[in-house]
């Protein structure tokens, strides 16, 4: 019994040192600004430009992602076809990589004088130094966390209920937004938010393909090598506060989505 409490004290130890390491340098970073140097700095025009941008952009990528990226994860979780592994494996490479090298590798698609950049260019789409340019950047690096999770949700559903719809008369794209999507819905849900919260973050890929106008984590890089803290430390600390708020409102509207979504795979069995 003694020793179970010492191993359990040692692992609250361990713990309470990484959450440490999680909290501190974010509430220091947080209160260590006066209210009034946040409130004034949020009134620059250049401030709230930028965290606008950075939501919008992040919120557009992870809706395109959602309408390419569902139907994938499904055919990921439910079909076994050569290549399967290859392709589970292409999702997960912008996560391995060096964003500032996905940056590049992005430029030499979408930029001016290359295919796609050539291509989109036809309909009025640019992608350097604009907002089309932010949202693939964000897409680019963020898209394998929204797949992976959904893939991993449909894969957690039993496939007799999709069976069972089926041999009612059931079609299976009706099938699968009647049955399988709804009950992944939680899986959907917490998918788009990863990815969501990490397109906001991101400023290797943005900075190369789209430097301006500037999202707020590169107006944070440009203050800070121009400025210095004093005048980066701000703005750092209101992104960081305004991501936590509509952060934590989505988790909370996903925590009821789930208590919900329980209740309907218990009314199936």
Known sequence: MI?????ELILSF????????????????????????LIDTVKEEEVYSSILLTFSASLVATLISILLGVPLAYLLARKNFFGKSFVESLIDIPVI????????ALLTVFGRRFFLGRFFSIFGIEFVGEFAGIVVAMMFVSMPFLVNEVKEGFRS???????????LGSSPARTFFKVSLPLNFN?????????????????????????HPMTASVLI???????????????????????????IF????NRKNSVEGRERENELD
């Not at 559903?157 to 041999?167: G, P, T």
């Not at 899986?187 to 991101?202: D, Q, T």
Request: charged fraction near 15%.
């Open 221 to 247: 890089y440009e203050r800070f090598t121009s400025f210095g803290l004093k005048y980066s430390g701000p703005v750092a600390a209101i992104m960081v506060i305004t991501s936590l708020i509509v952060f």
């Open 250 to 253: 989505l988790t909370l509207i």
């Open 14 to 37: 361990l713990g309470i040192l990484l959450l440490f390491f999680i909290a501190a340098p974010v509430a220091k970073l947080i209160f260590g600004v006066e209210p009034k140097v």
């Open 187 to 211: 899986h959907l849900i917490s998918g788009s938010l990863m990815m969501w919260a990490r397109g906001l973050s991101e400023f290797g890929a943005v900075v190369i393909l789209a430097y």
């Open 97 to 104: 990589i060096p964003h500032t090298a996905a940056g590049i």
């Open 3 to 7: 020793k179970k409490a010492w191993f």
């Open 157 to 167: 559903i039993d496939v007799k209920l999709e069976k069972v719809a089926r041999s």
